[in-house]
């Protein structure tokens, strides 16, 4: 029996160049983005500006973390206590809690068989809930109809928040992902495309909504220890009625990020090589169906999902753990109960309104995620893809 034995959460090693940087930051004790010598530049401003020239953007403020960006847009975007935000149903956890974290509401949207938004029920749902922001997840990195979208959008009068976590990279039409709202929120945590371990980012181009983040973040007044920053003129429009809410990345993660980006390119081509190589063998696999990606969309293949369309919600669990034995950690979306950091949107309990979304649920029952990280090889996918087509039909004779 073929046994496959590399680990699904094992990184790449960092590089031994920005292990000696780390080294020399932590020599110099000085780990606070505003800890600077005479003449110093900050490793989190020289990174700003580096993430913001490759986005494409105007302005770019590092986060200690994901969800904190995520925060941030939404506090930048006029979001107060009491608002109702719109958001697609099929997404992780820190999406619906950094909305309760500012005290808003999620209105949550059905999404479509190929795990997009469902524009039209953004339509109705906007319209009947009176939400003038959406927070759109790129989740898993499937992008949806994004000119489908911002239509809806302009129509409706919606300020779209981008939550690219998992499309640092992607584009659609050739447009950055991130660049289509007003504002983006990217996350540097481990399983994403730079890992720092955590961090973030949120970009905009624009200045007010820009100032508000470097205030909201804790900058002490001191902008000009910013990279990709707005005027001065934008900070005193703003700065004494914005909050300091504490959320700076420190010089180490912003080294580890900056030594990183620059092969980001490199490492979603060999991403979507895996992708494309694990898409191959499992389309051949009858019983199974793997959403295919539209012409327009360029995306990083660091994830795949897809559905056992042959199997019986109760078939399922037992499928999963089959192919857990042989050394394949899947993830199913469908359960009714989370389990780790898998969890269907009615499991959020602390939401105060969670609605019924049947075409939801009926998208997610089958689905099962699995992780491509670039410590994998193309044989390895092959061997996974074997293990898979071997498991399906036995799970399917019960």
């Not at 690219?164 to 660049?179: D, E, L, Q």
């Not at 490492?267 to 979507?272: D, G, L, P």
């Amino acid at each position: 029996m073929e046994i496959f034995e590399k680990s699904f959460t094992q990184q790449e090693p960092l590089s031994e160049a920005v292990i000696e940087r780390c080294a020399e930051i932590l020599r110099g004790g000085r780990l606070h983005r505003y800890n600077l010598a005479a003449g110093e530049l900050s490793e989190a401003s020289q990174l700003e500006e580096e993430f913001a020239a490759f986005q494409g953007c105007d302005y770019c403020v590092a986060t200690a973390s994901g969800g904190q960006a995520i925060q941030l847009a939404l506090r930048i975007c006029d979001v107060v206590p009491g608002d109702r935000v719109l958001a697609n149903a099929y997404t992780l956890a820190p999406v619906p809690g950094a909305i309760y974290a500012v005290g808003a509401e999620p209105v949550l949207v059905e999404i479509d068989h190929n795990y997009h938004i469902d524009c039209d029920d953004l339509k109705a749902r906007a319209t009947a809930s009176g939400a003038r922001v959406l927070l759109l997840s790129h989740m898993r990195g499937h992008i949806a109809d994004m000119d489908r979208v911002m239509a809806v959008a302009k129509e409706l009068n919606l300020q779209v928040i981008e939550d690219c976590a998992h499309t640092m990279g992607a584009k659609w039409k050739g447009v950055n992902s991130g660049n289509f709202g007003v504002v983006a929120a990217f996350s540097t945590q481990t399983y994403k495309h730079i890992n720092s371990g955590e961090g973030g980012f949120v970009t905009t181009s624009d200045p007010v909504k820009a100032a508000r983040a470097v205030v909201h973040s804790g900058s002490y007044m001191l902008y000009e220890r910013h990279g990709a920053r707005p005027p001065q003129s934008a900070f005193d429009r703003i700065h004494h009625y914005t909050a300091n809410l504490s959320c700076r990345m420190d010089h180490l993660r912003a080294a580890l990020i900056r030594d990183q980006l620059p092969r980001l390119a490199e490492k979603i081509s060999r991403w979507n090589q895996l992708y494309d190589t694990l898409f191959s063998a499992l389309t051949e696999i009858d019983g199974i169906t793997i959403p295919q990606r539209a012409q327009a969309e360029f995306y990083v293949g660091s994830s795949l999902q897809f559905r056992t369309d042959c199997l019986g919600r109760q078939e399922i669990p037992g499928f999963v753990s089959a192919c857990l034995r042989r050394g394949v950690e899947l993830k199913w979306f469908g359960a009714d109960q989370p389990a780790g950091f898998t969890s269907r949107y009615d499991s959020w309990k602390y939401l105060p309104d969670i609605p019924d979304l049947p075409q939801t649920k009926q998208a997610l029952a089958k689905t099962m995620d699995m992780r491509l990280p670039l410590t994998f090889t193309p044989q390895d996918c092959m061997v996974i893809a074997r293990i898979i087509a071997e498991e399906l039909p036995a799970a399917g004779r019960g």
